[in-house]
């Protein structure tokens, strides 16, 4: 029994077989202990058995005009001819009928059986299939000159024209250059790995025929059979099913049999090493030992099974490791991969207490060292251009903003360019030096939070912000560095998913709530014009431009009280050079505004609401476009990856189209500090006492909580082992780096800087590698992540250089950023299990999905487990917006208390499957014993298999 | 080979068993000529089998606890206990490993079996069970005390608590009677039609039995045995697997096959009848015949796979009637129900010329009349009452709205009042009258359109509209009658699905250009303000108010044009006694508003256009909650049902809310006609020529075109086959009654009706009758639709009351109202075939859904019909704007002749599933047979099943 997530990528153990096999089959002779299966589970290191590709020939058009016609075709799953639409279906796991097999099994027994044929082209395979039999020689030559006939073959072009549809072309001229050049056109050749063979499957009914025909051959040497198969691979299989026409045309079933068993790659492994019919019969019977049957009239026969989406079970299966093997793409360092395999929080090598002073800063040290060279040359790919154009735009979409909430907060103090010197300087440090350099350092919404409140204490106890600032930064500096002495970061261990989506959960709260606030606050600055007489205070109308006039007195503005006490907005006017400009143009022209109704611009509020959602339902529909149906992949992912970027021109669009007075964001027109009159260097009192720099370091301690969790958390999210990382996490050495630049960034007044969770996982994202020549239907494979330096340093760099984009960025209407806000919070909320059982709250259990916690947890508990977490969340939001606001990273802190003493009230079987199990956890359910519950439960068959499946990964956002 | 389409339902006959059974079979005796098989298939009509409820209770717990648990029950699908989660899993298609079901086969043969057992009692049965065995009579005892133990049952409440899971409270007490209670308050039970039978499985390892045990028993006279099941139903059959300890828990697998077989209805049928071994053995053999085989590596065994939504192919299985059988619900009418078996153009009854003037409409009035008391009897029932609530609140809000459109289109000629009189009146009168009484009455979009081109003609002569009107109504009322006369509505054959989906989505762009047109007016009557030089004319300031004062000549305005050339708009005011106030005040006061900027009223078009915005999402939003897993189905249905009459509420509230001067529903205070000074019966001359009266008769006669086009279309989409309705339709009787009504609301210069298609599918959609016991996971069975005319009746009695809501409906703002139609016109389009077809044109081929129609269509033949269908609508919609638009009925009607025209570009094979055949067609399809195409397909045996799943209904909208 393992525990879930304890295997998280398939882990092919040779013990695993089937108990299926144990048995008493009543079918065929069932596999003999020491027959080809066991044989398989022997010498499970050694084969490295090429890809098989294999294609259905059927006879059509019997009795009038024979001729071979492909029809379907089989990589792992099934693609069937729609000869009426001249298109390939989509690949579907293939159903069969259980007589099929069973007369396919009987065909063979009597057919023709030739194991390592040494026939070199068509002409002697076809020669030798029909020799040997008892035919007539008539009858044979009619039967060879059949067999020869070219097939037609569906040719499926997936380039830039959907299809190109071949068969009325081919039955003109049999062209045999024509016909190899599709061939080797084919799009499908360049799917299948180099080194794949193929197997021919000819089946059909036959009027001449008495008796039916059957023949299987291996071939000694493969070789390309001419025009068999529509790729031009080696053959290594060829399977001749004929006989005499019979109603419901069975003889196509039986073909789709045979090649369904040829598809099957513990068939493939056994018919491969098979001697005799004996061992062939013996592997059709494992085959049949394994299969899934649907009972009749539940299940309709002909629909067709959508590919599931992670292969499963392979590993269950005798010779599973086939399936790994077949793909020479996967990295010789692949035998490491499961280095982390110690459950979802496996980064133990890094996490290992050395037990000395900064020993686990020298190992991080150490370890990336040696990695340092190939950090840059595994950036020597296509992937890493777009990589950086995305994360790019991203970081820069995050500077914007954060410079743009970090001047309100800081009334000026810092700004856009300040958030955009930093961003470039940290970041582009900390991807140099930093132990895990796919983290991409931000400004973050808790850091945010925190500078507001230093910022609004400093104000109103009238101290100079920055330097306070600055003494902040030395002391958090000083503690960060404490921890790294000490090793703190091995307590990361205890950060389980709920601290992390707890965590996870506030931040995307922080970016919704400010973004919707801003919005409102719009409402008070430009002011919305109501009629009627409740409303009259707010809905005064016009503005006077005032001249001063020539040599004229100010004119006096007399708000006399009319008689109507509700009247009290009727002036008496003796007013002598005025007119009805508007206020800027007024003021441009000597004149003063003068009236109730000047600060009035209308319109804005409810444009830039319109801005606002336009821009945040824009992105919205551009993430989904990324999963719908429609445009090439590669569009859609453009589309997809860039949606806050176009979401962000849309708005810039509308707004500039129409012209309206939106507040727009503050940019700097020179390369100076936000704040006039300061240096680009604080100094460290000006006009603070110097008391001040020792009691910084109470605040100081509450920051490095949050800087510490802040970090951790996104690291040990980084560093997960389902993203299968090869050259380690640094936990340590991460810390330093942001202790380090703690220090530079406090000292010149540009923002704080921590690991942005978001952001990093889009960057990790777009640096996928996957598996390429993949069979149709198959998805591909994660291999890992293209690890380097080098895009993140690039985006840095870009990002310093755009500093001189202040003409640019200027037209950004600030609307239009609340919704890109908005989109963030959403976002990055809508993808944690926190969610997804919040939504269970409302779902009638008969409609709930079918979630393997759901299978395990009882509901009530379930419930419970979130109701808690809303509480913890709930507490932490009341006090960030309560005077004792900051020490709320202490609170932070406590959501670990919390998880712990979850402990008393869940068992550890499920904390197991709506969380993690922390480190005590782990060593006690060996104790408390996983098994009797498991072994009382109905579900142990089933569930075995389904721990394999991974964890969906608990925060893949790709957000920007 | 049947053509798709011509059978819609499930027609079963005895020939079409399945061809698996003429194969050889490797396995078992296979069902000899005379076995149980073929006595079903000639037994077809005689057997009511009841249902058969299945239980399988595990021995668990071994060796301390042993205990009986209920871990799965089936009926159609199988529900696991989740044994962890202490909750059923939801309703999934049982799969099997194949070996276990051998294993069972051999396990049964070494067995007991006992058919026709006397046992009356759980104690009789399990000494018969026991008795007979070569047991000694200590395990005898043993075994008897085991059995007679009571198994936990996981009764489950789907009442208002989600889950009452049982087995611990259960373990404490074994309490006899809250056992019964529990039992029969099983939420199940009421779920399970009456006279359903039980099965029993009951399997397990038993450490003391050396040898399997198996016994299959069936009981000759059923009784409830105790507290076996969970529902206390009679037990027919009772199955009994128990042996040693092995590995993997293999007699749970060996009970859940029994159990699925016993749950197939075909091995019911055979087991109900065997007389031996043999007879069991061979129906086992039977159900093996007919299994799908999934292949092992490509399919995850344990996966659920969920219920699919059309039960399949039953029809195709020997004994198929035993699924339309075992429903006592079915009407006894239903053998009538392929009354339309004719394709979907079925009503071929009706439809048939008769030859004699006026001969249809007698027909009609025949047969209508037979089921006239029927009519009005059929309503008694509740669901009648929410189709009232729901068609009403739909119906008013067309009236509002369509009110609205028609007072501008007409300009105030006509409007709300006199929509909601004719409306009332209209509607009552055909819901009493008509050949098809589900219809609805209302404005549709192509009358609205050419009532705004008629009215636009006779302003543009000054003609005196409601007269002209007038004439041009009894032309048209004439011209119908003669269509009734000359039985014209047999055409309507030709109208195809083609017809139908252009002619909607002409409606649909009617409506959502409307919508948006009206949205985009409103920033003419309410410009925005716009900032800045070059706009400098638009954005005037201010408005001043001028009072005349006490015995003062009224003050000059004096605009003098000042030195600088650019400023236009500085002024020189020499005022008195102005003021500040807001033109409606100020006029109020007695002054007059003076200045460029009173006739600006700000913030009103950007609000306007986020409650468009809003109440559009709104309704969007709460129509796909309609699917969405969230709230419990009673909750969704009404969000759903409601959705547009909650975004209204949601629009009136919002705006209620901010109080701003938006545009509201004009609506009339006391009940006289909109138009001042006219009665309400129309003068037949007035300022008219008399020769108008004649000339009328043109346009009348494109209106004639356009009314029975839009009648038509609606009554061959309500009367389709698919709805099974029973009273057939009366196509001839509706355009009668229309012509009559149109003469009415003539004179009375009401607006113009014919059947509006969106809302009386919603009628019908909400008059679904549909079977209420069905097994978990089956979906209900469609019955028929509740054919009445008393609903219809109600709803317009009380849309006419509703007049009397003028005070409440003025408070509608009308972009809210837009914000609907646009509603109205996106859901209507995305109903359409032609927009899936559409959307295909965006997509890459292989990410296209599995459609039918991709099967058996090249894609670039779908993408030209499509081509044409969408030039055809560009055409008609071109011709529509421009000075020519009065012909574009004609054009409407050249639809049809466009479809004629696609015979010759397209194959009726084509043709078949891009549309629908045209009665020349279908007979000329058998000329040019199907059969060599099919023959030649490789898509035999899997297309002739998905033949029989009836295509999606073309526009099946629920809209409002």
């Known amino acids: 029994m393992k525990l879930p997530g304890q295997e998280e990528f398939e882990a092919p153990s040779a013990s695993e077989n089937v108990p299926a096999g144990q048995l008493d089959s009543g079918l065929g002779t069932g596999p003999s202990p020491d027959g080809p299966l066991d044989t398989g589970s022997r010498e499970l290191e050694v084969p490295k058995d090429p890809l098989l590709f294999i294609q259905l020939n059927e006879l059509l058009g019997w009795p009038q005009a024979l001729e071979w016609r492909e029809t379907g075709r089989w990589v792992l799953f099934e693609e069937k001819l729609e000869v009426g639409a001249g298109r390939w279906s989509a690949p579907h796991v293939p159903t069969l009928a259980l007589p099929t097999l069973q007369k396919l099994r009987s065909l063979l027994s009597e057919g023709l059986i030739l194991l390592d044929c040494p026939a070199q082209s068509l002409l002697e395979l076809i020669e030798q299939v029909t020799g040997v039999e008892s035919l007539s020689p008539e009858l044979k030559g009619q039967l060879q000159a059949l067999l020869l006939q070219k097939p037609q073959h569906h040719i499926q072009n997936t380039g830039t024209k959907p299809w190109r549809g071949s068969p009325h072309s081919r039955k003109a001229s049999h062209d045999e250059e024509a016909l190899l050049k599709e061939q080797h056109q084919n799009p499908l050749r360049q799917k299948l790995p180099p080194g794949a063979e193929a197997g021919a499957v000819l089946a059909g009914e036959l009027g001449f025929l008495a008796q039916p025909l059957g023949a299987f051959v291996r071939l000694r040497d493969p070789v390309v059979l001419g025009p068999l198969t529509e790729v031009p691979l080696p053959c290594r299989f060829f399977c001749l099913l004929l006989g005499p026409p019979v109603l419901g045309r069975s003889f196509h079933e039986l073909g789709r049999a045979a090649a369904v068993l040829l598809s099957d790659l513990q ?30 009239g539940r299940w309709d026969p002909t629909a067709r ?98 410079g743009g909430l970090l001047g309100d907060a800081t009334d ?22 930093a132990g895990q350099p796919l983290t991409i350092l931000s400004s973050t919404g808790p850091v945010l939070v925190f500078e507001h409140l230093l910022f609004s204490f400093s104000r109103d106890y009238s101290l ?45 709260l922080i970016f919704i709530y400010d973004a919707v606030g801003k919005m409102l606050n719009l409402a008070y600055t430009y002011p919305i014009q109501r009629p009627g007489p409740a409303l009259a205070e707010s809905t005064v109308y016009g503005c006077l431009c005032e001249f001063p006039g020539p040599g ?55 444009f830039s609401l319109l801005l606002f959602l336009t821009s945040f339902l824009f992105a919205m529909a551009l993430k989904h476009i990324k999963t719908s149906r429609f445009f090439p992949s590669v569009v859609r992912k453009v589309l997809g990856d860039f949606s806050s970027v176009l979401a962000i021109l849309l708005g810039c669009g509308l707004d500039a189209f129409l012209g309206l007075a939106t507040p727009k964001l503050v940019v700097p027109r020179e390369f100076k500090p936000t704040l006039s009159g300061r240096s680009w260097l604080v100094s460290p009192f000006r006009a603070n006492p110097w008391w001040l720099s020792v009691a910084a370091a109470l605040p100081a301690l509450l920051l490095s909580i949050l800087i510490f969790m802040d970090q951790q958390i996104t690291a040990v999210i980084l560093n997960r082992a389902e993203y299968r990382l090869q050259k380690g996490a640094g936990f340590h050495l991460d810390l330093f780096c942001v202790a380090v630049l703690m220090l530079f960034t406090s000292a010149l007044g540009l923002p704080w800087y921590v690991s942005a969770t978001v952001i990093s996982l889009a960057h990790m994202d777009s640096l996928r590698r996957e598996s390429k020549a993949c069979a149709p239907g198959e998805s591909p494979r994660f291999l890992g992540i293209r690890e380097q330096r080098l895009t993140g340093l690039v985006v840095f760099i870009l990002t310093g250089v755009s500093i001189f984009l202040a003409p640019v960025l200027k037209f950004i209407p600030m609307p239009v950023l609340y919704g890109i806000f908005l989109y963030m919070g959403v976002a990055a909320l809508s993808s944690i299990q926190f969610m997804k059982r919040l939504q269970l709250l409302l779902m009638p259990a008969k409609h709930q999905p079918d ?37 709320f990273p202490l609170m932070l802190l ?10 008393w009230i869940f068992s550890p079987q499920e904390l197991l499957w709506l969380d993690e199990l922390m480190p005590e956890e782990e060593r006690s359910i060996p104790e408390k014993g996983l098994e009797p519950e498991h072994s009382f439960s109905g579900s142990d068959s089933e569930d075995s298999d389904l721990i394999y499946q991974p964890k969906a990964p608990e925060i893949n956002i790709s957000v920007n």
């Open 412 to 433: 000026g103090a810092q700004g856009v360019l300040e958030s955009f010197l930093g961003t470039a300087v940290a970041g582009a440090a900390f991807c140099l030096m």
């Open 894 to 903: 406590g959501l670990v208390g919390v998880r712990k003493a979850l402990e």
């Open 267 to 296: 068939f493939q492994w056994s018919a491969r090493r098979a001697s005799n019919l004996h061992d062939l019969l013996a592997a059709l019977d494992a085959f049949l030992e394994e299969v899934t049957v649907l009972p009749p």
């Open 552 to 606: 004229e007195n100010e004119s006096q503005w007399t708000k006399t009280r009319s008689k109507d006490t509700g009247d009290i907005l009727s002036m008496d006017l003796g007013l002598i050079n005025a007119s009805l400009l508007p206020p800027p143009e007024c003021a441009q022209r000597g004149g003063h505004p003068r009236g109730p109704g000047c600060h009035m611009v209308p319109d804005i509020t409810f």
């Open 305 to 402: 099974i959508p590919p599931p989406k992670c292969l499963p079970s392979q590993h269950k299966r005798p010779i599973s490791q086939l399936q790994e093997i077949r793909d020479p793409s996967v990295p010789p360092g692949a035998a490491a991969e499961n280095r982390h395999g110690h459950g979802p929080h496996s980064p133990n090598l890094e996490l290992q207490r050395t037990g000395r002073l900064f020993g686990g800063l020298v190992q991080d040290v150490r370890r990336k060292a040696s990695w340092y060279p190939s950090d840059f040359l595994d950036a020597l790919h296509l992937q890493c251009v777009s990589a950086v154009l995305y994360i790019y735009l991203a970081t820069v979409t995050n500077a914007i903003t954060f």
């Open 851 to 887: 979630l393997l916690l759901l299978r395990h947890v009882p509901l009530s508990r379930v419930h419970l487990f979130t109701a808690i977490q809303l509480a913890c969340l709930g507490l932490l939001w009341t006090i960030k917006s309560t005077p004792a606001a900051i020490i």
């Open 464 to 508: 100079d912000y920055l330097p306070f600032r600055l003494w902040v930064g030395i002391w958090v500096a000083t503690f960060c560095l404490v921890l790294v002495a000490t090793e703190a970061s091995v307590l990361v261990r205890y950060f389980t998913r709920f601290t992390e989506e707890s965590f996870c959960a506030l931040i995307s």
